[in-house]
């Protein structure tokens, strides 16, 4: 991630963040120390064989995240951010696999179940900590990714508390969309 120069200061108190935890997908963590935080969003880095582009504006996203540790609200930009993350990497990867109508951020995520057999099981995140992320895609769970995406953009982007597991959550599906990229990319 390369966000070392950024300066963390002490906080009066902890940062307790809603994050789904070893079995238990509503769980919270607490971080005393900015160099706990630090590590923790830097564990959640990209792999390095998504494409540059995506890697970089995934690299955004962290570093709001990180520097909610100064101000809170900057969490809720950085979400936002990696939403827009996730549907750029959704639309590069599947766009001419998608008919004209479904070329839309909840179009792109069905996709990802439709045609691409994605499962909960198949999401690292979900297969730790129980829970269920695919009714997030399809609208069975409430609101959709599409539907957060939508509000904070069109909406009031700070507007409630930090959405548990978000960040990982779309790096792990950015991770599947591009789970056989390199090799299909010597195919050509």
């Not at 069905?110 to 992320?133: F, K, Y």
Request: charge should be negative; hydrophobic fraction near 45%; charged fraction near 25%.
């Amino acid at each position: 991630m390369g966000l070392s120069h950024i300066d963390l200061p002490p906080r009066p108190e902890p940062l307790l963040m809603p994050w789904p935890v070893q079995g238990n997908p509503g769980g919270f963590i607490q971080f005393d120390h900015a160099d706990q935080w630090r590590a923790f969003i830097a564990k959640l880095d990209m792999d390095a064989r998504i494409p540059d582009v995506v890697r970089l504006k995934y690299a955004r996203a962290q570093k709001l995240y990180l520097l909610g540790w100064i101000d809170a609200d900057l969490i809720k930009a950085g979400e936002l951010v990696a939403l827009t993350t996730l549907e750029l990497a959704l639309m590069d990867r599947y766009w001419t696999k998608l008919k004209t109508c479904e070329r839309t951020f909840a179009g792109v995520l069905r996709h990802l179940l439709e045609v691409d057999d994605l499962t909960d099981a198949q999401i690292p995140m979900v297969a730790r900590c129980g829970g269920n992320a695919i009714g997030q895609l399809i609208g069975t769970h409430r609101p959709t990714l599409a539907q957060r995406r939508n509000a904070m953009a069109h909406g009031d982007p700070f507007d409630g508390f930090p959405v548990g597991g978000l960040l990982e959550l779309v790096r792990d599906l950015i991770t599947f969309a591009f789970r056989n990229f390199s090799v299909e990319h010597r195919q050509e």
